[in-house]
Nanobody
């Protein structure tokens, strides 16, 4: 059974940094695209950043220059380095992966940025 497990969320002051990790397990296939989404209370889930298996990245305009997505294909792991965090970055962050033609989601990790 494929599982995505996120870690690294928490409470941080504005201007601080956090690093999220997500490990994919349970499949013999390597993930293709991987990414991070977030959902704030009362808002729709939105794409934060994505990365292909070849390392091509994409970012939401709101996080460009502050967040960096990366992956370690040998470990089936994707990371999200978040710097210069703002209160509006507060949300549940979800890992997403395309594996063998199916899309999988993690359970999410809470990121709270205090002002």
């Amino acid at each position: 059974q494929v599982q995505l497990v996120e870690s690294g969320g928490g409470l941080v002051q504005a201007g601080g940094s956090l690093r999220l990790s997500c490990v994919a397990s349970g499949s013999i296939f390597r993930p293709n695209g991987m990414g991070w989404y977030r959902q704030a209370p009362g808002k729709q889930r939105e794409l934060v950043a994505g990365i292909t298996s070849g390392g091509v990245t994409t970012y939401a305009d709101s996080v460009k220059g502050r967040f960096t997505i990366s992956r370690d294909n040998a470990k089936n792991t994707v990371y999200l380095q978040m710097n210069s965090l703002k209160p509006e970055d507060t949300a549940v962050y979800y890992c997403n992966a395309d594996i063998a033609g199916r899309r999988y989601w993690g359970r999410g990790t809470q990121v709270t940025v205090s002002s």
